[in-house]
């Protein structure tokens, strides 16, 4: 029983450690209700009503260009404390249905917006897609420092905000010009938990349902 307190405990510190608004382990974001999401930037974000990854009535968010800059950013729930939430990765599902290829990063820029930290690899569709998942890892080894002086520890920790661009080889600070004609579908992004973090989650959320008491009998 001890066992199974403690992972009742870990799992609720978990879930309540994260503020209203900020990163939280395992949050997803569908589009589903219609709207953005607090997902903005000069590419127009819009919401459509169907053809996501889940085929006729799945909403996804679309943004475009025009032989212009294409990306989409977030200061809202994807700002936050990564480390102490438990994400270590970022997945995306995404389809290009313009006619350019589009080479996709991620960056993250700290608390105070000077630093940033893009993915060193980039993720390549070619023109007229299909939905594919992406996903982006947030280590040393898979991000590099374009702008500032802070560590990766320091700006993971206050995440200012998360930046989806394209941004093709050599890859740039953010808010270089990369022009491209392209129109990007993005669904279902969502924080990737460390394996440790997600046994953990799972573990608490098994502990929880056993010790659910029955309910209370009434009288007949």
């Known amino acids: 029983m001890r066992g199974s307190s403690c992972c009742c405990l870990g799992l609720l510190a978990l879930l309540a450690g994260a503020p209203a608004g900020a990163i939280s382990i395992g949050q997803v974001d569908t589009f589903s209700a219609g709207g953005l999401l607090s997902w903005g930037g000069g590419s127009a974000p819009t919401n459509i009503a169907t053809d996501g990854p889940g085929g006729a009535g799945d909403r996804y968010l679309e943004i475009r260009a025009s032989a212009g800059n294409l990306g ?96 093709p080889d050599p890859l740039s600070p953010p808010g270089s010009p990369n022009p491209v004609t392209a129109t990007l579908g993005i669904d279902n992004i969502t924080a990737v938990p460390e394996p440790g973090t997600a046994l953990l989650v799972a573990t608490g959320l098994a502990a929880l349902a056993i010790r659910r008491p029955p309910p209370a009998r009434t009288g007949s």
Do not use: C
């Not at 290829?101 to 897609?129: N, Q």
């Not at 990766?152 to 941004?167: C, E, F, N, P, Y």
């Open 72 to 167: 989409t950013d977030n200061t809202a729930q994807w700002a936050g404390n990564y480390p102490s939430a438990g994400v270590t990765s970022l997945r995306f599902e995404l389809r290009n249905a313009g006619p350019d290829p589009v080479a996709l990063r991620v960056t993250v820029l700290g608390p105070s917006g000077l630093t940033a930290y893009t993915s060193i690899d980039e993720v390549v569709l070619g023109p007229s897609s299909g939905w594919l998942s992406a996903e982006f890892a947030l280590s040393e080894t898979a991000l590099v420092r374009t702008r500032g002086t802070d560590s990766l520890a320091q700006t993971l920790a206050g995440v200012s905000k998360l930046l989806l661009r394209h941004d």
